[in-house]
């Protein structure tokens, strides 16, 4: 069964994040706020006659990526690199053997909730990997050796049905960023991100010294929500013809056993068999923080959506809280995504949050090899025209 005969009521596809009367708010999952304002992290990418960024662009993103963990460098990729990188994923994507992601979201990869794959180290891909890695060596060289690993590359689908992904951070230690090939809706999933909070030194003693346990208590809130809403789609899901939940989809995404961090699995909650959240994330103290810290979480913690435009590249700290919502659209979500080390990771820990290509393993690549790699050629818009 194809993913666009998936669909659900209307009533299910409803968003989850209605409007309410502030700008750029939304609410979403039983009270959780989550701004559509990206603006206060982007930074226009402006290039030098070399096709890198210019100084200036490089202090502002930096800047953006020291105090809040991300930046959204616009405009960094044309309609055509967008387009090329595009071709190269739906590529991938057509391929029945293409190597998928063994990291997170298994069950929806299954069931063709989302389709996240590893490109192969192909010289297509490896140009598009090293246009950006060029165009951004200012921003990336300043966290990333010449010699560390490229850990992944990727591409990341997620289409309608997908369950919204629990808050998390990925292996520390990592620079990791999405390159938006299509313009992306809010609806269609585009990545929640919660600017400062990511673990650098001496950012523990923020807060009165609480920064870390109060970051805590907040992805607990958030992921209780989320946990409630995948549930109560699944139930719709389940109840609806137009939801065409697969021959058992329901019993694989609320009770089987196997191991899959962002389903809402009643038997690995019940058991606190689910590291990002399960039962024993909600003791009575816990319970008891929450109802008395609420109001601070909300002034402390505020959450973004990013939903980019076709061109946008946004970098971010792999200790960054984060999550995939769900799309809500029949139209596919698609990013172009590669992760770079920045310190030395071991390899249980790199394979925990990234699945590189065989061909990758085969044959691995540095920051430093990217960077004196040929970038991959696309049509300007002057040879376009005349072609």
Not at 54 to 73: I, S, Y
Not at 112 to 133: I, N, Q
Not at 291 to 317: C, S
Not at 360 to 369: C, E, K, R, V
Request: charged share 20%; net charge neutral; glycine share 8%.
């Amino acid at each position: 069964m194809s993913a666009s005969d998936r669909s659900e009521t209307k009533a299910a596809n409803t968003p989850i994040y209605p409007i309410v009367n502030f700008p750029f708010y939304s609410s979403s999952m039983d009270g959780l706020r989550i701004s559509h304002d990206t603006s206060a992290f982007e930074v226009p990418a402006t290039l030098d006659a070399g096709g890198r960024l210019t100084v200036a662009c490089v202090a502002q993103a930096l800047a953006m990526m020291d105090t809040h963990g991300l930046v959204l460098l616009t405009g960094l990729l044309s309609d055509a690199e967008a387009d090329a990188g595009l071709a190269l994923m739906q590529q991938t994507i057509a391929d029945p053997d293409r190597a998928r992601s063994a990291f997170a979201s298994e069950t929806d990869n299954h069931y063709v909730r989302r389709d996240f794959c590893s490109l192969p180290s192909s010289l297509e891909v490896k140009g598009f990997a090293a246009m950006l890695a060029q165009r951004l060596e200012g921003v990336i060289g300043e966290y990333c050796g010449r010699t560390r690993p490229v850990l992944e590359i990727a591409t990341f689908t997620s289409y309608f049905g997908s369950s919204h992904q629990y808050i998390h951070r990925d292996p520390a230690g990592v620079i990791s960023m999405f390159a938006a090939v299509e313009d992306v809706a809010p609806e269609q999933g585009g990545t929640v991100f919660v600017p400062g909070t990511h673990q650098y030194g001496g950012a523990e003693y923020a807060h009165g010294g609480a920064a870390y346990g109060l970051m805590e208590l907040f992805r607990r809130r958030a992921n209780a929500r989320i946990f409630r809403h995948n549930l109560a789609k699944l139930w719709r899901m389940r109840r609806s013809s137009e939801a065409a939940l697969a021959p058992g989809e329901f019993r694989d995404r609320v009770f089987s056993t196997k191991w899959d961090q962002h389903q809402p699995n009643l038997l690995r909650f019940l058991t606190g068999k689910n590291s990002q959240f399960s039962l024993h994330h909600l003791g009575p103290r816990t319970l008891w923080q929450l109802l008395r810290r609420g109001e601070a979480l909300d002034a402390l913690f505020q959450p973004v959506q990013a939903a980019p435009r076709k061109g946008t590249v946004i970098l971010y700290r792999s200790d960054l809280l984060h999550a995939g919502p769900d799309n809500r659209t029949q139209r596919p979500r698609r990013f172009f995504g590669m992760s770079i080390a920045r310190d030395h990771l071991a390899p249980k820990y790199w394979h925990d949050g990234y699945s590189p290509h065989p061909t990758l393993l085969a044959d691995p690549l540095t920051f430093g090899d990217l960077l004196a790699a040929a970038p991959l050629k696309t049509p300007q818009p002057a040879e376009a025209a005349a072609g």
